[in-house]
């Protein structure tokens, strides 16, 4: 079951069967309704929308009415944490003259956590994604992104965290310009109920495309993560509200090489298993 965003419609792809979920509850008109609405019926996402999905109401859509979707949830804020992965605390030991700092905080109890976007930030599917032109050093971050609602996981999407490695590597307190930027952050193409999925153990693909001609492709799995997500967010609710609907994107296990940097014109697909394909462009910022 996937949920989808297309203009001011709820759209969801469950087997073989695609219903415009607005059409059939006009009061549901973006994903954060249809939260409210499935959890005021003591139901969780998945089983309200079966319930919706196999009543006679509605047509079977033409799933070429996903091709064109928008961000799958509002999200007002974007959060991220970053060394949850024993490679990425390697890469950033390797781009870092401080490189202790990463050994540390992987080890220690407290991760870390930083903001990342707000909704007017937030990028989505075939948008565009940016590279600092300050920055000598560029790459994607793919990333299982949460949900957050209530203080709670409901659901999951796919993320990219845009990273600036130079400018980080010159200084981890620089960590808020190497990560909060214009178009730093993109998410999409849908989300998918927490209770459909087997998040601990989802397969992670990324290939960059350049020229039409692929310049990179690496995988992983979320079953690498040292810190699960259920941990990861009672830590960001920690003495921090989040407002219903927050993303949060929860570290990566996959990053190109040192002699690699991103470029204008270069294309991200990040593939999560189970849940689908988000794919972006990249422009100088």
Known sequence: MKIYQVGENVIVQSNNKVKNITELRPSIRTSIDLIKVALSNDLSVSEYLKNTMNTKEGNNLNPSIMSN??????????????????????????????????????????????????????????????????????????????????GQIVGFTVGNDMSSRSIEGENPLYIPQAKIFNNSAAIGPCWVPIELLDYNNLNVEMIIKRNSKEVFSGSGNTNLMKRKCEELNEWLNTSNDIPDGTTVMTGTGTIPPEDFTLQSGDEISISIENIGTLTNTVIEV
């Open 69 to 150: 979707p928008r961000i799958p949830i509002d999200s007002p804020e974007t959060w991220a944490f970053g060394v949850t992965y024993e490679d990425s605390m390697k890469e950033r030991q390797a781009e870092s003259d401080t490189p202790d700092v990463y050994g540390k905080v992987y080890l220690a109890n407290r991760p870390e956590a930083f903001f990342k976007s707000t909704l007017a930030r937030l990028k989505g599917p075939n948008d565009k994604v940016g590279i600092r032109k300050d920055s000598t050093w560029d790459v994607p971050e793919p990333e299982l992104t949460f949900i957050v609602f209530h």
